[in-house]
């Protein structure tokens, strides 16, 4: 077949519309039959109709990603195509295209106006609020309806083609003609409204017609008036809702025409009550705004907007996947619980909302409540805390044969459904269960002959597709918060599960925008009001080590897996100022109790450790945040345990991190500069907290897996503290007691001491805590704390779905799949599987910025047979378990031999 080329990319997307960039990238894939294939030259040419804006030339280059344009200032909201030609060295070319469009470049071409509805501003919830549920009826919560707006406009010509661009204070979707444009949920999506902003864009060409037509929105809370958080506080960016649009059609003659919100705008509530992401949704059928974005509609009633002027500073055009329905499921079962409820089990926890069908009365009130849990006997059981986390949507019927209900402007996170009031006997045809999440694509899979850790992998992923809702989140029900520690911790799996690129460097951007003056990055991005210092956590800052870590962290964890320098080149300025508030804290700040009590000597240590202010510390460590008995929590415990030591291992990996990423950019200074500091935290380490045996004051498995892999411990002693890590483990039964920060290097850190064995038996542990004791239990994500579920079937009342626990994912990907990367972006591959007889095969794919990638083993007794996949315009290392090491190029391969 020769070569041809696949998957071309232009800002991380296929042919894109509405970019930003000024500078977009490139990448292609190439596909061969042949083996051993490499590119030797590209040639890119990007065009704006026939003129020519660059021409790369053929350049002599292996370089098939992430390639940036470099061409001719790009013309705002224009398309361009690009061709890219590739040689390789068997001979072969391949030529292949791509489109892309820009957005609005500059912000004098918004010609649209800020319009607000006139509306009831929203209540302000007080700043101090509780987390307590103090609200249990849906009817005392002060919640003000969603707004309408719409208008009409006459279009002379033939239309050649029509664009949108929309925002909102809040959340919207808009029609045209009667019919719901784009298929994007929730957007703007969650955002720091105030900084980052992003508008939509949509292809509208085919929804409007000549003569008369009508644009219509619906604007929601959202995350910009709404009850966010655990404490359910309002109004975090305003109190009323307002829109932005811009309708952009170019006739066939080639003339412009643009429609735009402006004070003909007319506004009013429907049928949707309320909407709020936290709390639920309500509508009322009877109410419905039948036909309001068709021209023609009678505006009876309607009120006129109001022209504001708020900035157009802050608007970005969208970058990365969208928020969308992304699958839908059918639930598995319906019952009647002892105490006479109606449930619906999805039978799976995810985040989403329903899609209901019913046929009643006119007024007939149907409320369907989410949780996560129903109890032993099959009872209905709420498992979340949260002053507003009621997820309870109602519907109101109109009475006039069957009627669909969907909620617009929220999401929960569940797997049964309680159902109140539905007219009849309702079955589990009467319901869809929608998916919701960034649509992301899968990138990885992953199978192995033990299905337990085949669920372990199901629920990994799961947990990732629910947390993944426009910003990577904590979990989809009590918080929905951007919390930065969360996503430090779970990055690498994330990014071999699903392509994150994009999505993580727009969250990036809301990171950047969110770091403060002193250079702390909140522990929440985007930041909520009520997690300031002094707010609902115990903290005196805004940052805590190990979650502020993630700006350095999560570049350097996507240039691994991706590849692309960018991401650490942009992010640059923001991981030095973060580096340089730990420097300064550390420097300057001693904690109370030595104040005074040092000598010089002793000070001139301290200034290498970040010791003071509140810190999570290796957060939920099992023993000491839990009663395994009771099942009672205590998370705070294990920041006050370990805030004294955890934060200076942080201190060493991102300063040890920095200085690669200097050396990566070619920063040579900088290199060395952080090389040495992070040489003097590591001596500071030893002096304060190491003693003469390699042994730690802090005797929990966490802080010594953290020290190990933080290279803390002296060479000499290290021994020492694997042996002791070990003990410990053996002592606890072989049962992991890691907490958040230390749990993604535990099982790398017993491997790379030739540990394997015990690495092993912490995998398949099936007691409590243990990743399969979750399993055991019935677990279709991975769980907040280990014991959400007690070995006797008592839920407790935490998250079923945070993803951190899961970053084993990417230990299973790397020691069991063996896929690891030699070069950044697995442009030269790693296959080394590290085998344990409790395994006869396994398989994974990995889809990477060069292709796919298939590793996959069996074993059957001495007899062993390894099958590759190397993707084109990549090299591998193969190294066979009991066997040799192999150095090949792309091509599928298949290795039978006897194990030495
Ligand atoms: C969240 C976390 C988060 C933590 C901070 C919790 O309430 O759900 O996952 O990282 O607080 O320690």
Redesign the pocket.
Known sequence: MGLSLTNLKCDYLINPIGIDGCTPSFGWQLLSDAKNVLQTAYQVIVKKGIEVVWNTGKQKSEQSAFLRYEGKALVSRTGYVWEVTVWDNQGNTASASGEFETAILSVEEWEAKWIEPVQTPAFHEPSQSTMESETSAVEEIKMQPPQMVRKEFTLSRPIQSARVYATAHGVYYMELNGSRVGDIQLAPGNTAYDKYLEYQVYDVTNQLRVGNNAVGMVIGDGWYVGKVG?CGQSCQYGDTLAALFQIEVTYEDGTREMVVSDGQCTSSTGHILYADIFVGEAQDFTKKKEGFSRAGFSEEGWKPVTIKDYSYQNLYAPYGEPVRICETLKPVKIWKSPQGDVILDVGQVLCGRVRMRARGEKGTKIVLEHTETIDKEGNYQYNIIGKFVLQQDTCILNGDGEEVFEPEFTFHGFRYIRISGYPGKPTIEDFDILVLHSDMKQTGTFQCSDERLNQLQHNIFWSQKSNMLSIPT??PQ??K?G?T??VQIFAPTACFNMDMIAFFKRWLRNVEKEQKEDGQIP?IVPYLLAYNPNGVMPSNTHC?SG?GDVAVILPWKMYEAYGDRSVLSEYYPMMKKWVEYIRYTAETEVPKEKEGKLTEEEMEIQKYLWNTNFH?GD?LTPSVSFDFETGDVD?MQS?FRTMDIVPTTFYAYSTELIAKIARELGKKEDAEYYQELNRKVRYAFRKEYVNEHGLIKTELQGVYVLALQMNLIPQNRRENAVNKLVSMIQENGNKLDTG?LSVPFLLDVLCNAGKSDVAYDLLFQDGCPSWLYEVKMGATTMW?AWQAVLPDGTNTSV?YN?Y?FGCVGDWMYRTIGGLNQLLPGYKKILIAPQLDERLTSASISYDSSYGLIVARWKRDGKKMIVDVTIPANTTARIKLPGGDTIETGSGSYVYEYKMG
């Open positions: 655990i904590d979990c009590r918080e918060a919390w520690g969360d522990n805590s979650w999570f957060w998370m920041a958040f907040e998250s945070h951190a």
